[in-house]
């Protein structure tokens, strides 16, 4: 089962942050020029498998996307294939724009 974790608390947790946090945004690199979390990885969906070894499964991490579909599709994916502490962030970009950074483009 994959944690959901909302963008107030992906907030908390990244400003309190006693360990690294891996942000890792699934969206296409279009998608994340236009706008992504500060200090998140680009590691589009599409490519995940062929690049899987660049992870680091011992490592919390927070999958991305838009709105939280694909990331959770992700995320799910990143469990099965033995990652520790892996989330998915609910509502995605969109919802951190919204609710913690009003000042990202959204699109």
Do not use: K
Not at 44 to 62: A, C, D, K, N, W
């Amino acid at each position: 089962m994959v944690r959901q974790l909302s963008a107030e608390e992906l907030r908390s947790r990244l400003d309190g942050a006693a360990e690294p946090v891996v942000l890792l945004d699934v969206r296409e690199p279009w998608e994340f020029e236009v706008c992504h979390i500060a200090g998140s990885r680009s590691l589009p969906m599409s490519q995940l498998l062929g690049r899987l070894q660049e992870l680091q499964p011992g490592h919390p991490t927070v999958v991305i996307c838009h709105h939280g579909v694909r990331s959770q599709r992700v995320a799910a994916y990143l469990a099965q294939a033995g990652f520790a502490d892996v989330m998915n962030l609910v509502g995605g970009v969109d919802g951190w724009a919204r609710s913690v950074d009003p000042s990202m483009p959204v699109y």
